[in-house]
């Protein structure tokens, strides 16, 4: 079975400044990588995915994420973070063969100050 | 290009009541439909799922169901709703190795 973890359940950081979000995954087979963001009462929007190639993945909105297979994490970053950032982010895994479901983390609120 | 659309957007029902939340996909055909839970501050419960017509597994056992009488039709239901199934419901579609697509939700309030 598949599971995903979240590091940190809330991030605060100041407007411009740098922004990691941590996520390591378990997994027995190959899966693929995903990280979405959740703005207030709405579903939850595709930010990237790794499926395979290069580890470093560009996403919408200036994120990008870095597959490490050894480290089994795929951490998302962002240089310069803005007020319109904040929302809640979720890591997420599918397997490769035969997944139907996809595995998520219980998420991270990121909270940008101005 | 394809949509999803779910509704109601809210819904505020009282304790025992029935419920019906329906999601429909436009733009592809044989998706993977899902419907997700998700608790206040909490992170995405699946509750079903189905890869094609009147086939549904269910995730977790509650007095939800489940139903896909179209291909691209896909609703959840209940016969007596309980506090405990307040939450923010979200359907959502797939195909092959593409990423989940989202509507953007129900919330419901049992009351």
């Known amino acids: 079975a598949q599971s995903v973890t979240q590091l940190d359940s809330q991030v605060p950081v100041f407007e411009e400044a740098p922004v990691e979000l941590r996520c390591n995954y378990s997994s027995s087979v190959s899966v693929y990588l995903f990280w979405y963001v959740q703005y207030p009462n709405q579903g939850l929007q595709l930010l990237l995915k790794y499926l395979s190639g290069s580890t470093l993945v560009k996403g919408i909105n200036g994120f990008e994420a870095e597959f490490n297979k050894s480290q089994t994490s795929f951490h998302l970053r962002k240089p310069s973070v803005h007020i319109s950032d904040t929302a809640e982010y979720f890591c997420a895994v599918k397997k490769v063969t035969g997944g139907f479901k996809t595995i998520f983390g219980a998420g991270t609120r990121l909270f940008v100050k101005a | 290009s394809q949509t999803i659309h779910q509704w109601p957007a809210t819904l505020v029902q009282p304790v025992g009541s029935p419920l019906s939340l329906e999601c429909t996909v436009e733009?592809?055909?044989?998706?993977?439909l899902y419907w997700y839970r998700q608790a206040a501050g909490r992170g995405l419960q699946l509750l079903f799922y189905s890869v094609g017509i009147g086939q549904i597994s269910s995730e977790v056992p509650q007095n939800l169901s489940a139903s896909r009488p179209q291909d691209r039709q896909f609703i959840l239901s209940s016969k007596k709703l309980l506090l405990s199934d307040s939450g923010f419901y979200l359907c959502?579609?797939?195909?092959?190795?593409?990423?989940?697509?989202f509507g953007n939700g129900t919330r419901l309030t049992v009351t």
């Open positions: 959502a579609w797939e195909r092959d190795t593409s990423p989940l697509h």
């Open positions: 733009g592809t055909s044989n998706p993977n």
